[in-house]
């Protein structure tokens, strides 16, 4: 194929490239062949435009979904591709893309995460742009894939209101251990190097574990004086089972999957932090929930309970904050510390640090407990796992040394006993309230599936349930169709049910 004939298949392919290679002067580029990547990956970027193709062309055709993405930011290196045999087959092949990228910065990451969203892919280019385009990537598909199935969170929500009337607020206990330690427990495979200095810390420090650091300590006969678990999958359910300890306080969210929440007999605590839905922060302002918000420090790349943890413990007053095995990495190479699953499964393809195998969820935690630690006094007391900057290694034995005996669930326990000033009754007209809204936004996206009434539409904005949940549904999803079922999934997890049970699925919504 001539030039000529490649530069017009750019056109159809990528129009804007092809415009500037059509005026700019031919300029040598690279002729890399082979790249080192990780194959199981359904997206790939390259930065620059080589000559991997013919070695890549195997792995794509292994999967209709895989993505092969070049990044080129000179006009004049594609002009020079555009010279080669090579071009007239990527250009014709649709799961290969070509994109002009003349910088490589967070705002070209953003861009490419919200245009190829994924948690399955890999970059070859520069350290530091393949660390921007895995983060945004991975944080874009997580949004897209928590608001696309937002219907399960809600669910979670309308029977966690019911626990209200019964529950205490954290925010109530600002500043209550005041300079007294708190341990934060993680379930990494060193949590064990630190059980017998954790069975005596329990006097001296305020200790608290989340998700499955909760039944990776209690499996070793220790009980923390907090529980905090909010997240709104089963497998948290079989975490609260497996710890089988009912008497240790509970703190959770509208997010926390109810089921766990039944599992603890002892007190239940709301707390009230920026790790919250829309309609959280509605339900709060109607019911006058109004102290002051947990973790204001967090970031949006806080995809895990630790960092939440930790921030609780600095409202309470604690300090140090230490960190116990929260190992951010594949430690002896194993995920968990004993009691949390019966049966390992194989380590997955990661990030080699040093010796160690860690993930990019694991090293968004990172980043995000190496912030906190600019205004907090946070330790780390895990030799072994991933070192984190800002955050120095001790022993925990050293830590504890000089801090005084306490009983620290005994106060603790008389705290609990002040629950929240709100009715059963305030909470059932709470949720009709809401459930009258989705009925209502449901009635006028059929009429507007039938094309029956033009106005509806302005009339589905004004709804509450609109504005507090289903603010940007009409990006996601493709007609009001399906719309509809994206409702219907609503309706099906509501107590006031007015259409009642709906067998249809949601099938026709995009997919991350």
């Known amino acids: 194929m001539s030039f000529k004939e490649n530069l017009t298949l750019l056109y159809e392919k990528s129009p804007h490239i092809a415009f500037l290679a059509h005026t700019s002067p031919r300029k040598k580029r690279k002729k890399r062949g ?10 790939l970027y390259i930065c620059g435009l080589d000559d991997s193709y013919p070695y890549l062309k195997r792995w794509l055709s292994e999967k209709e979904i895989r993505k092969l993405v070049y990044l080129e930011g000179d006009p004049g290196k594609v002009v020079d591709f555009l010279h080669s045999p090579l071009a007239h087959f990527l250009l014709q092949d649709p799961q290969v893309y070509l994109i002009f990228s003349s910088k490589k910065t967070k705002c070209v990451a953003e861009e490419l995460a919200n245009r190829f969203p994924t948690k399955n892919l890999d970059v070859v280019g520069p350290k530091r742009f393949r660390w921007e385009i895995l983060r945004a990537t991975l944080l874009i598909s997580g949004l897209l894939t928590d608001r696309l199935f937002s219907y399960v969170p809600f669910q979670n929500f309308i029977h966690n209101l019911r626990k209200l009337p019964s529950s205490f607020l954290v925010n109530n206990l600002k500043g209550l251990f005041r300079g007294l330690p708190a341990i934060i427990v993680g379930a990494g495979p060193t949590l064990a190097e630190s059980i017998p200095v954790l069975r005596q810390a329990v006097s001296k420090a305020l200790v608290i574990a989340g998700g499955s650091g909760f039944p990776a300590l209690t499996s070793q006969g220790v009980f923390p004086h907090l529980a905090v678990m909010v997240d709104p999958n089963q497998e948290e359910v079989e975490r609260a089972k497996i710890a089988k300890a009912p008497h240790v306080p509970l703190i959770y969210n509208m997010r926390t999957h109810p089921d766990v929440v039944d599992v603890f007999q002892g007190p239940i605590g709301y707390i009230r932090s920026t790790i919250c839905a829309l309609h959280d922060l509605w339900m709060e302002e109607e ?59 194989p380590i997955e393809s990661g990030v080699k640090m040093g010796n160690l195998i860690t993930t990019l969820p694991w090293l968004l935690e990172k980043n995000v407990l190496s912030s906190l630690a600019r205004k907090r006094k946070i330790i780390n007391a895990s030799k072994n796992g991933l070192s984190i900057f800002r955050i120095p290694y001790l022993p925990l034995r050293e830590v504890l040394s000089q801090a005084p005996l306490i009983d620290i669930g005994s106060f603790l326990q008389r705290k609990m006993l002040n629950k929240l000033s709100i009715t ?27 094309g029956e009434n033009p106005l509806a539409e302005m009339e589905l904005q004004e709804e509450p349930a609109m504005k507090i949940l289903f603010y940007d549904t009409k990006k996601l999803v493709k007609s009001w169709a399906s719309f509809r079922a994206f409702l219907e999934e609503y309706l099906k997890g509501s107590p006031y049910a007015i259409h009642g049970p709906c067998k249809a699925r949601c099938t026709s919504i995009k997919g991350p």
């Open 424 to 450: 059963k009754e305030a909470i059932e007209n709470l949720i009709e309230k809401l459930q009258v809204s989705i009925q209502r936004c449901y009635d006028k996206v059929l009429l507007l599936e039938k």
């Open 34 to 43: 082979k790249v080192d990547f990780n194959t199981s990956a359904d997206l």
């Open 287 to 345: 019911l006058g929930i109004t102290k002051e918000v947990i973790g204001k420090a967090l970031k949006k790349e806080t995809l895990s309970v630790t960092p939440l943890c930790l921030e609780l413990a600095h409202y309470l007053g604690c300090s140090p904050i230490v960190l116990v095995g929260v190992d951010l990495a594949y430690t002896y190479g194993k995920r968990y510390a004993g009691g949390v699953v019966e049966k390992e499964s």
